[in-house]
């Protein structure tokens, strides 16, 4: 029987402190206990090292690992986890000593002069992604291609007896097909916000509420399928480690039923109207491009507004029913 460490034992205590300080601030809800078949943790902050295949651990002494990535700088702490189909991973912090750079007004400047590439992206279902300069990247689904397989093996770990050794192998399989979900979904949300932070240095999304979407019972499975809020953070992250420029726009900015050309908005766009013909200048529209390119360039007159680049010209800046909205070429330079 192997002791725990006491600076472990302290982690917790800390890491219990702070959840109760989010939930008194409302931040978080209520701390709940770990639950034996879910995914359990243990942090060791001192007496660690990792020197090639083997992981130092306080009273464990060496274990043998897989290194994934080289790391570079000090060793601050490991969390080793454990994940529901008896997988252990440890995840090493290190502090390389170099600070986030920050957004420089130069950057703005330069995209304000066309210098650099801005983007908006507008979210969807039928795909996933569409981009201002009119890409569109597919929704894998990758939920529904093992909804079968999951369904069949959950079916298995129904018909078991609850606490014999062929239940745990069954609900073992189970978290399995969850894992292998996770993964692939993991794997096209970093590669498609890595190239999309590779090639832009301006990010404009919605800031939508996907915790209030999935209420809908109709398109709440598809909708978690997805991965919006996972994708947005991604972005963030990445973007904010190169110094590049991440911009949510307001959920309720009507980048649909806004004309990206004349600024004309239409009263009422339904959902099953993926193509619309502006009445005013008579242009054709591709419902999610026209949002995409309205969000880029709503994107662009805040980053203007609160970056005190430019003034506002006394123009309207929001749209009121029936009247169009300023683009940002319509905001005068500062001297």
Not at 16 to 36: G, Y
Not at 128 to 142: E, Q, R, V, W
Not at 249 to 264: A, G, I, M, Y
Request: hydrophobic share 30%; with cysteine; net charge positive.
């Amino acid at each position: 029987m192997v002791k725990v460490p006491s600076q472990s034992l302290q982690q917790v205590a800390l890491d219990l402190s702070r959840a109760f300080l989010h939930f008194f601030e409302k931040r978080a809800k209520f701390p709940k206990f770990k639950k034996k078949g879910n995914r359990q943790s243990i942090r060791f902050p001192q007496k660690i090292k990792l020197d090639g295949d083997y992981l130092t651990l306080p009273k464990l002494k060496k274990v043998e690992c897989k290194v994934s990535r080289l790391p570079v700088g000090k060793l601050k702490s490991i969390t080793v986890s454990v994940n529901p189909s008896g997988q252990y991973f440890a995840s090493c912090l290190y502090d390389d000593g170099i600070d986030l750079p920050s957004p420089q007004s130069p950057l703005v400047r330069e995209e304000l002069k066309g210098g650099c590439k801005a983007i908006g992206i507008d979210l969807g279902l039928t795909h996933f992604c569409i981009t201002s300069d009119g890409s569109k990247h597919g929704n894998p689904k990758h939920y529904r291609k093992h909804e079968k397989k999951l369904a069949r093996r959950q079916k298995q770990l129904a018909k078991k007896q609850k606490g014999s050794n062929n239940r745990q192998k069954a609900r073992k399989a189970v978290a399995k097909v969850h894992e292998k979900i996770t993964r692939c979904r993991e794997d096209f949300l970093h590669k498609l916000s890595r190239k999309i932070v590779d090639e832009n240095q301006v990010i404009c999304l919605e800031n939508l509420a996907v915790k209030n979407m999935v209420k809908n019972h109709k398109l709440a499975k598809s909708i978690s399928d997805c991965g919006w809020g996972q994708f947005c953070t991604m972005l963030k992250y990445k973007a904010e480690s190169e110094g590049k420029i991440y911009l949510e726009v307001d959920r309720f900015f009507p980048s649909s039923k806004t004309c990206n050309n004349c600024l004309h908005q239409i009263d009422k766009l339904s959902l099953d109207i993926r193509m619309w013909q502006c009445p005013q200048c008579r242009t054709i529209h591709d419902r999610d491009i026209n949002a995409a390119i309205n969000i880029r360039d709503e994107g662009l007159r805040i980053l203007k507004a609160v970056g005190h680049i430019a003034i506002a010209s006394g123009e309207r800046v929001r749209p009121s029913k029936g009247t169009a909205f300023t683009r940002h070429h319509s905001v005068k330079e500062e001297s």
